[in-house]
């Protein structure tokens, strides 16, 4: 039967009231009256549930600005709703019937619309939704199908290196979007060399037309390409199942309508669309309401993935469900101190309070708010679809994540500084999300504005970046970026970091040497006395006890900074390291075998590290700063990525 989103009743005519009064209403779903349908005015603020016998007493408030109406909404039917003409002792009834329940292969999404600020036409969803819509377009949601980074990643390829700066192999491979094949300089084992898609389409590209699920990322064209998580993608999430596979391959479960339109002006399909809101009756929109959309397990449905072994085997028992942690945000979230009362979109989805409805109809043209328009919602109750995030420096989100503090002292000409970070935020660790993020410490110390020697404690790890490592110390060294002048750093391996991660991690399964963070315990600093096709000298050379030795680059990070390799410096740093069959870190996920480390930072948790310097003063000054790292740097030197740090906090004392 098809549905009729806003139907009327004659009722009976009494003169307009401005005091509330009762109503009895009863909600029909495809002619039987119905137990346990919603029912509440339009743009007001309670809701009801029917009886047994269908019905239920209903308070209307004659206040409310525009059409008066009550609304009824069930899971498997469009929202309805009846027109009011004042008091009557009549039931009013609401009729409902049910949609089409398939899933329609044959649908094409919807066109989102172009650039903010152009009304095109109402094919578009911007046509009526400019701030919502304006919002979306800044977003990194409508760059995730085309984002270069990601396509550099899923075909292993440097598209922005030149073929004389190739360190891989020049290839052809093909062009996103296009599917055109162009020539770019491979660096790493691609996505398809695994034998499976990845399931990045599934969340990267959701809106490609036909079968949902498994599709390749190089599917993705036209708007499934261009705009990525789109608005006719997500309403069309139909329900959440959590724990399934990520995306659009089972967590969200997609409903493209599938019963014929009843007018040219709505398309092929008779319009449905599920949202937040009991109370949209627009007909073009064709609304079923969904609480999900106020709920974090929505967002879980492509922030939270487990991954069975793509490009090798994964030890069972250190992984027994056979997968291991990608994305986790959910799951943090989930087990920490802002379940339930901040969901997600609390902070990455703020407060539009400049606008009074998710339409923004009643203000550009001054529409009536009821059915056509919508009604105004409270100031806050519309969210801005930005989803601010580490990529959004006006979302202001990395510098509310992070604290950092410092302690010292002074004692036998040895400064020593004690450095917190702290997660004082967000709902999850810090860094979240995409495991190729990192967190870096960097810490100096000063006496009249030099700088002081370092004489021992914590420094930035592998995945900080470094101009050259190795673990073979025997001289000559192999550090080819090595040249005369240039400081070599010595560490012995003095055991491993204990620390509360995520998962295993911090919940007691894994030992303190199966966390896998090594500690290093500096030995000296030597100077690089030669460099010759044998390899470095140092001068004095290799200490006793080494080993590894490292090539410290003088540098020190800057917000909107390119980044430098900062391996070996007092510091420290926090990531989820994910390793392949080789042992290489920070790996591109679906390389990866293992999670050798996880030391990201839990909501309110905090760890403290330790740096000692030579002093030269007694006042000394000592400068500590966290940045993020969109990926690491050894990575961003392969595929030719620029890579910028971003400020989180900073201290000095």
Same mark, same amino acid.
């Given at each position: 039967?098809?549905?009729?989103?806003v139907d009327s009743?004659d009722?009976?005519d009494?003169?307009?009231?401005t005091?509330?009064?009762?109503?009895?209403?009863?909600?029909m779903?495809?002619?039987?009256?119905?137990?346990?349908?919603t029912?509440?005015?339009?743009g007001?603020?309670?809701?009801?549930?029917t009886?047994?016998?269908?019905?239920v007493?209903?308070?209307i408030?004659?206040?409310i600005?525009?059409?008066?109406?009550v609304?009824?909404?069930?899971p498997?039917?469009?929202n309805g709703g009846?027109?009011?003409?004042?008091?009557?002792?009549?039931?009013v009834?609401?009729?409902l019937?049910?949609?089409?329940?398939?899933d329609?292969?044959?649908?094409?999404?919807r066109?989102?619309?172009?650039a903010?600020?152009?009304?095109?036409?109402? &094919? %578009?969803? /911007?046509h !009526?939704?400019?701030?919502i819509?304006e #919002?979306?377009?800044?977003?990194p949601?409508?760059? $995730?199908a085309?984002?270069?980074?990601v396509?550099?990643?899923?075909q292993?390829?440097a598209?922005?290196?030149a073929?004389a700066?190739?360190g891989?192999?020049?290839?052809?491979?093909?062009e996103?979007g296009s599917? &055109? %094949?162009v /020539?770019? !300089?491979?660096?790493?084992?691609?996505v #398809?060399?695994?034998?499976s898609?990845?399931g990045? $389409?599934?969340c990267?590209?959701p809106?490609?037309?036909?079968e949902?699920?498994g599709?390749d990322?190089?599917?993705?064209?036209d708007f499934?390409?261009?705009?990525g998580?789109?608005c006719?993608?997500?309403?069309?999430?139909?329900?959440v199942h959590?724990g399934?596979?990520?995306?659009v #391959?089972g967590?969200l479960r997609?409903?493209?309508?599938s019963?014929?339109?009843?007018s040219p002006a709505?398309?092929?399909w008779?319009?449905?669309?599920?949202?937040?809101?009991?109370d949209v009756?627009?007909?073009?929109?064709?609304?079923?309401?969904?609480?999900?959309?106020?709920?974090?397990?929505f967002c879980?449905?492509?922030?939270?993935?487990?991954q069975?072994p793509?490009?090798g085997t994964?030890?069972?028992?250190?992984?027994p469900?056979?997968?291991?942690?990608?994305?986790?945000t959910f799951?943090e979230?989930?087990e920490g101190p802002?379940n339930?009362?901040?969901?997600?979109?609390s902070?990455h989805?703020p407060p539009?309070?400049?606008?009074?409805n998710?339409?923004?109809?009643?203000t550009?043209?001054d529409?009536?708010?009821?059915v056509?328009?919508?009604?105004?919602?409270?100031?806050?109750?519309v969210?801005?679809h930005?989803?601010?995030g580490?990529?959004?420096?006006?979302?202001?989100m990395?510098g509310?994540a992070a604290?950092?503090d410092?302690?010292?002292e002074?004692d036998?000409?040895v400064?020593?500084?004690?450095v917190?970070?702290?997660?004082?935020?967000?709902?999850h660790?810090i860094?979240?999300?995409?495991?190729m993020r990192?967190?870096?410490?960097a810490v100096?110390a000063?006496?009249?504005?030099?700088?002081?020697?370092?004489?021992?404690?914590?420094?930035v790890?592998?995945?900080?970046?470094?101009?050259g490592c190795?673990?073979?110390?025997?001289?000559?060294l192999d550090l080819?970026?090595?040249?005369?002048?240039?400081?070599v750093?010595f560490f012995?391996?003095?055991?491993?970091?204990?620390?509360?991660?995520?998962g295993?991690?911090?919940?007691g399964?894994f030992?303190?040497?199966e966390k896998?963070?090594?500690r290093?315990?500096?030995?000296?600093?030597?100077?690089?006395?030669?460099?010759?096709?044998?390899g470095?000298r140092?001068?004095r050379?290799?200490p006793?006890?080494?080993?590894?030795a490292?090539?410290?680059?003088?540098?020190f990070?800057a917000d909107?900074?390119?980044a430098?390799?900062?391996m070996g410096?007092?510091g420290?740093?926090?990531?989820?390291?994910?390793?392949?069959a080789?042992g290489?870190e920070m790996?591109?996920?679906?390389?990866?075998?293992?999670?050798?480390s996880?030391?990201?930072?839990?909501?309110?948790?905090?760890?403290?590290t330790e740096?000692?310097f030579?002093?030269t003063?007694?006042v000394?000054?000592?400068?500590?700063?966290?940045?993020h790292?969109a990926?690491p740097?050894?990575v961003a030197q392969?595929?030719?990525?620029?890579?910028?740090?971003?400020?989180?906090d900073?201290?000095?004392?």
């Open positions: 039967m098809e549905s009729a989103p009743l009722t009976i009494t003169a307009p009231s005091e509330s009064y009762a109503l009895t209403v009863r909600v779903v495809d002619g039987v009256a119905t137990e346990g349908v029912v509440m005015q339009g007001g603020h309670e809701a009801w549930t009886g047994a016998d269908g019905t007493a209903v308070t408030d004659p206040a600005a525009g059409d008066h109406y609304v009824a909404g069930h498997e039917c469009r009846t027109e009011l003409d004042g008091p009557t002792s009549e039931i009834e609401v009729e019937d049910r949609f089409d329940p398939s329609n292969v044959d649908y094409t999404f066109d989102p619309g172009d903010p600020g152009e009304m095109n036409t109402s &094919a %578009q969803c /911007s !009526c939704h400019l701030s819509h #919002a979306w377009w800044s977003s949601h409508r760059t $995730a085309k984002n270069p980074t396509h550099d990643v899923y292993g390829m598209v922005g290196v073929q700066d190739c891989g192999t020049w290839s052809t491979v093909s996103p599917g &055109a %094949q /020539s770019a !300089c491979v660096v790493a084992a691609s #398809a060399s695994t034998g898609s990845g990045c $389409a599934d990267h590209a809106g490609i037309d036909g949902l699920g599709r990322l190089l599917d993705a064209t499934a390409y261009e705009y998580v789109h006719d993608v997500c309403h069309r999430v139909e329900s959590q399934e596979a990520a995306g #391959a967590w997609l409903l493209r309508p019963e014929p339109s009843a709505f398309g092929d008779a319009p449905l669309t599920f949202g937040p809101y009991l009756l627009n007909p073009n929109m064709g609304s079923a309401w969904r609480e999900e959309f106020h709920e974090a397990a879980g449905g492509c922030h939270q993935l487990e069975g793509l490009a994964i030890d069972l028992a250190r992984w469900s056979g997968g291991i942690p990608i994305h986790s799951e979230w989930s802002m339930p009362s901040a969901p997600c979109q902070c989805m539009l309070s400049e606008v009074g998710s339409s923004d109809l009643y550009e043209i529409a009536i708010p009821g056509a328009a919508g009604w105004e919602r409270p100031p806050g109750d969210r801005q930005a989803w601010w580490p990529r959004q420096p006006e979302g202001g990395l509310l604290w950092v410092i302690e010292k002074v036998a000409g400064l020593t500084a004690r917190t970070v702290k997660n004082t935020g967000p709902g660790a860094p979240t999300g995409e495991p990192n967190l870096v410490l100096e000063t006496c009249e504005g030099a700088a002081l020697d370092f004489a021992g404690g914590d420094v790890p592998s995945f900080g970046g470094s101009l190795t673990d073979s110390v025997a001289e000559p080819p970026a090595a040249s005369v002048g240039m400081t750093r012995a391996r003095d055991g491993d970091y204990d620390y509360t991660g995520h295993p991690f911090g919940d399964q030992s303190v040497a896998g963070l090594p290093w315990r500096w030995l000296d600093d030597g100077v690089v006395a030669s460099v010759d096709a044998s470095v140092v001068a050379g290799v006793e006890g080494s080993e590894r490292v090539l410290i680059a003088d540098s990070p909107g900074a390119t430098d390799p900062l410096l007092p420290f740093a926090f990531a989820r390291v994910l390793v392949d080789n290489n790996v591109p996920h679906h390389l990866a075998v293992d999670v050798q996880d030391n990201r930072i839990l909501p309110s948790q905090s760890f403290t740096h000692q030579v002093a003063c007694d000394p000054e000592v400068h500590a700063i966290l940045v790292r990926y740097w050894s392969s595929y030719g990525w620029t890579l910028t740090d971003s400020v989180m900073e201290a000095r004392r």
